[in-house]
T-cell receptor
């Protein structure tokens, strides 16, 4: 099955700085690469996703980059704000039924 | 924005009892999923469901688990004889297609506590 690893496991940043989380996957058949944000006690919420035919996608302060050859994709958050504090999960998908294989998560703490 | 709704929000059950978790997926979605998250851990896939049958299940989804779409709106997860290790947050999700490139929307979850 798919082996998904996220780094780092925790990330502390000063408000206004950038944060980068990397997700490495094992299955070369993966073709869909989402990032979910989960606040304490809440549901995972999709914040950005990318397909395998695109190398980068940006949505305001959030961007995702994909390196399919190296089998990793990264989440970039610029100008971080305290409300960005949460756990972030990557969840690549390989099969046609969309089963998401979540990574272990990255706890992001943004300090004012 | 349409949402996936789950009931109850919290379920406390004695070990060995049966429990049914309920979900109402987004109305025009055709693919349904159950995931679970043990406290402090990652989200784990349990099962996916399409066209009134299971399309894929994980090794966690053993004979104690079953899913059903009893009518046009509800999607349920049943655990036949609960164990202590079934304590977790259970999330239902739905998507508009199952081609691996459409986003899944999650419900708020049901916190299951087994005593």
């Amino acid at each position: 099955g798919e082996n998904v690893e996220q780094h780092p496991s925790t990330l502390s940043v000063q408000e206004g700085d950038s944060a980068v989380i990397k997700c490495t996957y094992s299955d070369s058949a993966s073709n869909y690469f989402p990032w979910y944000k989960q606040e304490l006690g809440k549901r995972p919420q999709l914040i950005i996703d990318i397909r395998s035919n695109v190398g980068e996608k940006k949505d305001q302060r959030i961007a995702v980059t994909l390196n399919k050859t190296a089998k990793h994709f990264s989440l970039h958050i610029t100008e971080t704000q305290p409300e960005d504090s949460a756990v972030y999960f990557c969840a690549p998908s390989t099969d046609s039924w969309g089963k998401l294989q979540f990574g272990a998560g990255t706890q992001v703490v943004v300090t004012p | 924005e349409p949402e996936v709704t789950q009931t109850p929000s919290h379920q406390v059950t004695q070990m060995g009892q049966e429990v049914i978790l309920r979900c109402v997926p987004i109305s025009n979605h055709l693919y349904f999923y159950w995931y679970r998250q043990i406290l402090g851990q990652k989200v784990e896939f349990l099962v996916s469901f399409y066209n009134n049958e299971i399309s894929e299940k994980s090794e966690i989804f053993d004979d104690q688990f079953s899913v059903e779409r009893p009518d046009g709106s509800n999607f349920t997860l049943k655990i036949r004889s609960t164990k202590l290790e079934d304590s977790a947050m259970y999330f239902c999700a739905s998507s508009s297609t199952g081609v691996g490139n459409q986003p899944q929307h999650f419900g708020d979850g049901t916190r299951l506590s087994i005593l």
